[in-house]
């Protein structure tokens, strides 16, 4: 069963706007992680977030978390074309040890 | 930059077909995992090792899966018989608590696994 639900589904921009994702949860978590994923291929790693955290930035990325919502954010400012992919929050949970449990994901679409 | 390593990156079967994927973790990453991700869906786990040992295989249909970590680094997925079902994404993390002081899970490229 998956634990994150990413809205939207799929989001087309512009370069150089700004893209933001969010995703749901259900249970407690120690963490949570975003990762992207062109099309095909494999995950690559993003950003980390504890729970006793509630903003991290890394580039340009900026990722937010209210464990009281269970809620997080992804923000992609001044979008590019390589950033078109899907991209993935994933959660721990408790019963489920150290593997992670992924959302659908939102499909980013950059056009130039 | 370390990488976990895939093989075969496509693979096109027919049903009642037997396959293996193979992966091979980063040095010195005790914990691997193995997913299947369906097309427009997020990757869900099917076996997680730590070391040569099963941590996890809950999810993991027994009955025509096997996975194995004999020596505690790279690992064999096998399906037999493959199912037209079994189409899908099969991929192979890898994470060490040592590695950031979290379980930061780095992916392989992923098998491509059609089914006909």
């Known amino acids: 069963s998956q634990q994150g639900e990413e809205d939207p589904q799929a989001l087309s921009i512009q370069e150089g706007e700004n893209a933001t994702m969010n995703c749901s949860y259900k249970t407690s978590i120690n963490n949570l992680q975003w990762y992207r994923q062109n099309s095909g291929r494999g995950l690559v790693h993003l950003i980390l977030i504890r729970s006793n955290e509630r903003e991290k930035h890394s580039g340009r990325l900026r990722v937010t978390l209210d464990t009281s919502k269970k809620s997080s954010s992804l923000l992609i400012t001044a979008s590019r074309a390589a950033d078109t992919a899907s991209y993935f929050c994933?959660?721990?949970?408790?019963?489920?040890?150290?593997?992670?449990?992924f959302g659908k994901g939102t499909t980013l679409s950059v056009s130039s | 930059e370390a990488e976990v390593a895939q093989s075969p990156r496509y693979k096109i079967t027919e049903k009642s077909q037997a396959v293996a994927f193979w992966c091979d973790p980063i040095s010195g990453h005790a914990t691997l995992y193995w997913y299947r991700q369906i097309l427009g869906q997020g990757p869900e786990l099917l076996v997680q090792f730590q070391d040569e040992s099963v941590v996890d295989d809950s999810q993991l249909p027994k009955d025509r899966f096997s996975a194995e970590r004999l020596k505690g680094v790279d690992s064999t997925l096998k399906i037999q018989p493959a199912e037209l079902g079994d189409s899908a994404m099969y991929l192979c993390a890898s994470s060490s608590w040592a590695d950031m002081g979290t379980d930061t899970q780095y992916f392989g490229p992923g098998t491509r696994l059609t089914v006909l």
């Open positions: 994933a959660t721990d949970a408790p019963q489920a040890g150290t593997a992670l449990i």
